[in-house]
C-alpha cells in the first residue's frame, strides 16, 4: 500500500538549516509531482513546494531563495532543503503528491527558535 515517510526534522535556531526527507513507496513515484506540506496547529496544510518529473519546481512566495526541493525518481525519494530558516517556518511538514490525495505519513517537526 502506499506509504510516505517523513524525516530530518528538528529544532533550528533562525538562520540555521535542515534538510528533510520523504520515501515513498506502493505507487509508481516516478509518475507524480511530489509536493512539500506544512501544517501549523488551527491552520490549514498548505503546500510549499512542489516538483514533478518532467518540470520545474515551485514554490510558495515566503520560502522562495530559501527552500530548495529535489527527488529521486530511482529511490523514491524527496527532499526539502530548507535554508535561512525563520520561526514561521515552523511546522509539521509532510510530503505527498501534488494533489494530496495519497494517505498522510506522520510528518516530521521542524521548530525554528531561538
Known amino acids: 500500500q502506499v506509504q510516505l515517510v517523513e524525516s530530518g526534522g528538528g529544532l533550528a535556531q533562525p538562520g540555521e538549516s535542515l534538510r528533510l526527507s520523504c520515501t515513498a513507496s506502493?505507487?509508481?513515484?516516478?509518475?507524480?509531482?511530489m509536493a512539500w506540506f506544512r501544517q501549523v496547529p488551527g491552520n490549514e496544510r498548505e503546500m510549499v513546494a512542489t516538483?514533478?518529473?518532467?518540470?520545474?519546481?515551485t514554490y510558495i512566495d515566503s520560502v522562495k531563495g530559501r527552500f530548495t526541493i529535489s527527488r529521486d525518481n530511482g529511490d523514491s525519494t524527496v527532499s526539502l532543503q530548507m535554508n535561512n530558516l525563520k520561526p514561521e517556518d515552523s511546522g509539521v511538514y509532510y510530503c505527498?503528491?501534488?494533489?494530496?490525495?495519497?494517505?498522510w505519513g506522520q510528518g516530521t517537526q521542524v521548530t525554528v527558535s531561538s
Open positions: 516538483i514533478g518529473s518532467n518540470s520545474g519546481p
Open positions: 505527498n503528491i501534488g494533489s494530496g490525495t495519497h494517505p
Open positions: 506502493g505507487f509508481r513515484f516516478n509518475l507524480y509531482v
